[in-house]
């Protein structure tokens, strides 16, 4: 991932309802583990979600 990708994944569309989850590497889900690749499993990860509708905007 680079640094662009990560600063994109961070910043949520304006308006939309965000939900925060933090892991540990070892608790991420499979899917975002593979995204963050290998290391520290006790490094911990801030991820944030929000809900789209068919056109990829963010319901409020």
């Not at 925060?20 to 593979?34: G, I, V």
């Not at 789209?52 to 409020?60: C, G, H, K, N, T």
């Amino acid at each position: 991932m680079t640094k662009s990708a990560q600063m994109e994944a961070f910043d949520p569309p304006e308006g939309a309802v965000v939900t925060t989850l933090h892991f540990r590497r070892r608790e991420l889900p499979e899917e975002l583990a593979k995204m963050v690749g290998d290391g520290d499993p006790g490094t911990l990860f801030r991820v944030k979600l929000w809900p789209v509708d068919d056109d990829d905007q963010p319901l409020a």
